[in-house]
């Protein structure tokens, strides 16, 4: 038998307020029509003031818990996937690990931008696998909108706020690729791509900064990084892309998500498309996706999915889990 980790509860929160295309009109040279022929974008969702990260995360492990019928006492271990943490320290997790009124385990944050959610699996996945923790919370929550550059038209359409989380729990399985549960797991990173896309300012700067990004050039190294990396990962866990139900890909850009169900030889049948509604919200995209997907229900029990991310570093990775 094999210690899997395998989703219990699913649950997003996205923040109240809704942006619409059409709204950018008014302060920057840009239309509807190119935001949503260029992304596939149509509205994203801002924070509202005073409205936090970890309170989003919160919210979303919350409606996770409540999806699994467990409490927070059922959790040992919290990880949250931001690159916009509330404060600088302490992590967003321990924050979220105070507002579900849990005193014991451990919570830590991740940070691997866009693929900050796929890292984060992969990390829960081996605190399971390792028997560290039977229960994880894993989180993707990001309030972007705190670091657009307003005037950046090449950037700031493109971006928005919300949370996703999802219960992995250790479940005994027999061992092969029909398990349920996390099944394969492909990190990669590469550091020199750094000026494609980062933020401007940080702690040992002193400022806040602007997410900077040559949106063409990091496009051009993601469809051919994302497929590579699910294809690893299947291939790790013996199966291939004709085995896949749903690729829940990050949402970035739907020519980008098309891109890459091409290239692995799937239709747009198998992939679960939240792009137009949510924009591009970074660690948050994945679980956001898995969550609406399962409430819609595309996503059911048994069923092979694919997830894969690559952004700022550049980081990319994927995992393959079966439902
Ligand atoms: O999540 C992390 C990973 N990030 C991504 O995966 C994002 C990857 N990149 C993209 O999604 C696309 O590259 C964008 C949507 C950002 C841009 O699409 P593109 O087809 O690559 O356009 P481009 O950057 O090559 O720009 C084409 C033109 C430029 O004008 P010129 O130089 O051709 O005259 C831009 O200035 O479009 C212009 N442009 C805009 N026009 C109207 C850029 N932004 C806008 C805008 N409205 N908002």
Same mark, same amino acid.
């Given at each position: 038998?094999?210690?899997?980790?395998?989703?219990?509860?699913?649950?997003?929160?996205?923040? %109240?307020?809704?942006? %619409?295309?059409?709204?950018?009109?008014?302060?920057?040279?840009?239309?509807?029509?190119?935001?949503?022929?260029?992304?596939?974008?149509?509205r994203?969702?801002?924070?509202?003031?005073?409205?936090?990260?970890?309170?989003?995360?919160?919210?979303?492990?919350?409606?996770?818990l409540?999806?699994?019928?467990?409490?927070?006492?059922?959790?040992d271990?919290?990880?949250?996937?931001?690159?916009?943490?509330?404060?600088?320290?302490? +992590?967003?997790?321990?924050?979220? $690990?105070?507002?579900?009124?849990?005193?014991?385990?451990?919570?830590?944050?991740v940070q691997?931008?866009?693929?900050?959610?796929?890292?984060?699996?992969?990390n829960? +996945?081996?605190?399971?696998a390792?028997?560290?923790? &039977?229960r994880?919370?894993?989180?993707?929550?990001?309030?972007?909108?705190?670091?657009?550059d307003?005037?950046?038209r090449?950037?700031c359409?493109?971006?928005?706020?919300?949370?996703?989380?999802?219960?992995?729990?250790?479940?005994? $399985?027999?061992?092969?690729?029909?398990?349920?549960?996390?099944?394969?797991?492909?990190?990669n990173?590469?550091?020199?791509?750094?000026?494609?896309?980062?933020?401007d300012?940080?702690?040992s700067?002193?400022?806040t900064g602007?997410?900077?990004? $040559?949106?063409?050039?990091?496009?051009?190294?993601?469809v %051919?990084k994302?497929?590579?990396?699910?294809n690893?990962?299947?291939?790790?866990?013996?199966?291939?892309?004709?085995?896949?139900?749903?690729?829940?890909?990050?949402?970035? &850009?739907i020519?980008?998500? $098309?891109?890459?169900?091409?290239?692995?030889?799937?239709?747009?049948d198998?992939?679960?498309?939240?792009?137009?509604?949510?924009? &591009?919200?970074?660690a948050?995209?994945?679980?956001?996706?898995?969550?609406?997907?399962?409430e819609r229900?595309?996503?059911?029990?048994g069923?092979?999915?694919?997830?894969?991310a690559?952004?700022?570093?550049?980081?990319w990775?994927?995992?393959?889990?079966?439902?």
């Amino acid at each position: 038998m094999t210690r899997r980790a395998v989703v219990v509860g699913t649950g997003h929160y996205l923040p %109240e307020r809704v942006v %619409e295309n059409a709204e950018f009109e008014a302060t920057l040279d840009t239309t509807d029509e190119w935001i949503r022929s260029r992304s596939g974008i149509e509205r994203r969702h801002f924070a509202a003031e005073g409205e936090t990260t970890s309170d989003m995360a919160a919210k979303a492990a919350e409606r996770a818990l409540a999806d699994a019928g467990l409490t927070a006492d059922d959790v040992d271990a919290i990880v949250v996937a931001t690159s916009t943490p509330d404060l600088t320290f302490p +992590s967003a997790a321990t924050m979220v $690990q105070s507002k579900l009124g849990m005193t014991k385990g451990f919570a830590f944050d991740v940070q691997a931008v866009c693929a900050g959610f796929v890292y984060a699996l992969s990390n829960a +996945s081996a605190l399971i696998a390792s028997g560290q923790a &039977n229960r994880v919370m894993v989180i993707g929550a990001e309030t972007f909108s705190r670091i657009m550059d307003w005037t950046d038209r090449g950037t700031c359409v493109l971006f928005g706020d919300g949370a996703g989380a999802l219960l992995l729990e250790a479940q005994e $399985q027999p061992g092969t690729n029909a398990d349920r549960g996390i099944l394969a797991t492909d990190l990669n990173s590469d550091g020199r791509y750094k000026d494609l896309l980062y933020v401007d300012g940080g702690v040992s700067t002193q400022s806040t900064g602007h997410l900077r990004m $040559q949106g063409n050039q990091v496009f051009r190294h993601a469809v %051919e990084k994302l497929a590579s990396t699910a294809n690893t990962a299947l291939d790790r866990a013996g199966l291939s892309a004709a085995d896949v139900d749903w690729i829940v890909p990050h949402q970035a &850009n739907i020519r980008i998500i $098309q891109g890459t169900a091409k290239k692995m030889g799937l239709s747009m049948d198998n992939v679960v498309v939240t792009v137009q509604d949510h924009g &591009n919200t970074s660690a948050a995209s994945i679980p956001l996706a898995l969550s609406v997907g399962k409430e819609r229900g595309q996503i059911k029990e048994g069923d092979l999915i694919v997830t894969e991310a690559i952004g700022g570093g550049l980081a990319w990775g994927a995992v393959v889990l079966r439902w």
